[in-house]
């Protein structure tokens, strides 16, 4: 059975064996592979991990190491990677990373304390297999239900609070020429659309009539 744990930093693993990266042959190579996987992602994880922590309610998956006080990161491999970068530049000394790079993660660890975040939460299984089931409908889109659904553009202004296009489309939706049917769609179809896209079509037809408006709405 899974159960929680907390560890410190220095005893989590990257996984060598890692979906993202494919096979490394050493823990200095998988640090390499996730860097550049895309290094301002990465920096940017490091700047919000710094600032922010690690997100409370999202604990790491683990097994067992080889050695009895170490474990494996099966979930979470970027976090502790970043971690690990913050904690001790001198990680990357054992990699390829060109000195472009380092130097920007360099400066990105300026002023970080480990003790703010050490132990860190985790979640140990008894074996990968185990693990993978939980990992799988983590990254493998909403799975009918039993994945994660991603919020679309009008969930995420109602939890921002920016009712801008929120306001426009109620707007729209008690003054257009619609069925409650025909409405019903409409909304459906701006659901999956970017709030962005949305925005910038609706700013320049709403001068053009309710109309425009309602028929922008449908096809941007």
């Known amino acids: 059975m899974p159960e ?3 560890v410190e930093l220095e005893y989590l693993l990257l996984d060598e064996d890692n979906p993202r990266i494919g096979s490394a042959d050493s823990q200095a190579s998988a640090l390499e592979y996730i860097i550049n996987l895309n290094d301002a992602y990465f920096r940017n994880l490091m700047i919000s991990i710094k ?3 690690l997100d409370p309610g999202d604990s790491l998956y683990v097994i067992e190491g080889d050695d009895s006080d170490e474990y494996v990161v099966l979930e979470g491999n970027r976090r502790i ?4 970068v913050l ?17 920007s993660l360099l400066r990105a660890s300026s002023n970080f304390d480990i003790n703010k975040i050490n132990p860190i939460r985790c979640v140990k299984f008894d074996t990968r ?11 493998t889109g909403t799975m009918d239900g039993e994945g994660r659904i991603q919020w679309g553009p009008l969930e995420i202004q109602r939890f921002s609070g920016d009712h801008s296009l929120l306001d426009i489309i109620d707007f729209v939706g008690r003054n257009a020429d619609y069925t409650s049917e025909e ?3 409409t909304k459906s179809t701006i ?15 709403i001068h053009c009539g309710l109309a425009d408006v309602a028929q922008a709405v449908e096809i941007a």
Do not use: M, Q, Y
């Open 51 to 53: 600032n922010n922590g």
């Open 183 to 185: 409405w019903e769609s």
């Open 191 to 205: 659901s999956s659309r970017k709030s962005s896209n949305l925005s910038r079509v609706l700013a320049r037809k």
């Open 4 to 6: 929680l744990i907390e």
């Open 87 to 103: 904690d001790n530049t001198n990680i990357l000394n054992g990699t390829k990373i060109s000195d472009r790079i380092k130097k």
């Open 129 to 139: 297999e185990e693990a993978e089931e939980w990992i799988f409908r983590r990254h």
């Open 81 to 84: 990677s970043a971690l690990k």
